[in-house]
């Protein structure tokens, strides 16, 4: 299915109409509308965001819910909260965000709003950090713990 009713998506999403009409007035989700029946649908991924916003709801306001896409936005990044990888803690909002070469821990908002965008912790893929313990393992010289305790050298 491409489309689903107002009735649907609220079965599927588990929200009230007041929160989907709310949703569209500030243009954080809005509906499609039908041109030949002027009927209102939702489309999958709108289903799939709905869904995201209201797990946030648990915890975050739609004040700051909408600041977390605004910046997004703004920053030209995708504002699709549904596949991103949100950490919220008492003090702030952060974004793990994964890239080819790293995977950067990004502050989205603090309680005095001032630093968006921030970068707190950059780290290489898992696989180059592997990689590196890899080499860095098979570069050493062995050590042979009996023949260590007994004082004798080694063999080469």
């Known amino acids: 299915m491409e489309r689903f009713t107002r009735r649907e998506t609220l079965v599927l999403t588990r929200t009230s109409l007041g929160q989907l009409a709310y949703f569209a007035k500030t243009k954080l989700i809005s509906p499609h509308r039908c041109v030949e029946t002027q009927a209102v649908y939702y489309t999958w991924e709108q289903v799939l965001e709905i869904r995201a916003i209201n797990r946030l709801r648990r915890h975050l306001s739609l004040q700051t819910i909408r600041k977390i896409i605004c910046f997004l936005q703004e920053q ?54 592997v990689k590196d313990r890899w080499e860095a393992t098979t570069a050493c010289q062995v050590v042979d713990l009996e023949q260590f305790r007994s004082g004798s050298r080694p063999s080469s």
């Open 76 to 129: 030209g990044f995708d504002t699709r909260l549904r596949d991103k990888h949100l950490v919220i803690l008492a003090d702030g909002v952060s974004w793990v965000r994964s890239e080819a070469e790293t995977v950067a821990l990004v502050q989205l908002t603090d309680p005095q709003n001032r630093h968006p965008g921030q970068l707190l912790l950059s780290l290489p893929p898992w696989s180059q950090l």
